[in-house]
């Protein structure tokens, strides 16, 4: 396939107004039309924004949840392409902002930790620059991210942290064990790449 007819293929499906009346009155095989026309460059866009593949499906999906919704508000005769880019680009642009926000206020909780009396996983995070704690705390996923800010960052204990997540005090326990192993992989890897350079 030439460039031009790559190009020429995402641009739309050659009826794009049909498929947006037919799309606007409920026709949901019609908007998966769509979405598959566009979905490959949404991808693209999304993963160019905001750095990160994984989140750029999230992004896309989300986009295109908001576009669905919106399509009443959508002219038939307008292209569809530019609006759906403009959709897909703003998740992104908000997206990249949450995520230096959370880093921020991450880094900013790195650095009020008030320190209880050391144990050896506060003696181990402490070794660590706060730089490269913070971005492994950045890489864990949400649920790890919430247990180890509860509980290390804030200083709340198991039952503290059970009533502030809203879950049950064992899974306290096990998220915390899996979060810690899953941050010493995160700061392993970490101190072995700073070591090869």
């Not at 913070?134 to 039952?159: K, P, Q, T, W």
């Given at each position: ?16 107004p ?6 606007q ?10 979405v ?106 949400d ?55």
């Amino acid at each position: 396939m030439t460039r031009s007819s790559a190009a020429a293929a995402e641009s739309g499906p050659t009826d794009e107004p049909a498929l947006v009346r037919r799309a606007q009155s409920g026709d949901r095989a019609a908007f998966g039309a769509i979405v598959r026309a566009h979905q490959s460059a949404a991808l693209r866009l999304a993963t160019i924004i905001c750095g990160d593949s994984t989140e750029a499906y999230d992004i896309v999906q989300d986009s295109f949840v908001k576009a669905f919704h919106s399509l009443p508000d959508v002219r038939s005769t307008e292209s569809l392409r530019p609006w759906l880019m403009r959709i897909v680009a703003n998740h992104a642009k908000n997206a990249c902002r949450s995520r230096t926000r959370r880093d921020a206020r991450i880094e900013r909780q790195i650095r009020l930790r008030v320190d209880d009396g050391p144990t050896i996983d506060d003696i181990v995070l402490t070794a660590v620059a706060a730089e490269q704690l913070s971005m492994a705390v950045g890489r864990l996923s949400d649920d790890d991210r919430h247990v180890i800010a509860c509980r290390y960052f804030v200083g709340l204990n198991e039952a503290e942290t059970a009533s502030t997540l809203g879950v049950a005090k064992g899974t306290v326990k096990s998220r915390t064990a899996r979060a810690l192993a899953r941050l010493r992989a995160e700061l392993g890897d970490d101190l072995r790449a700073e070591a090869e350079q």
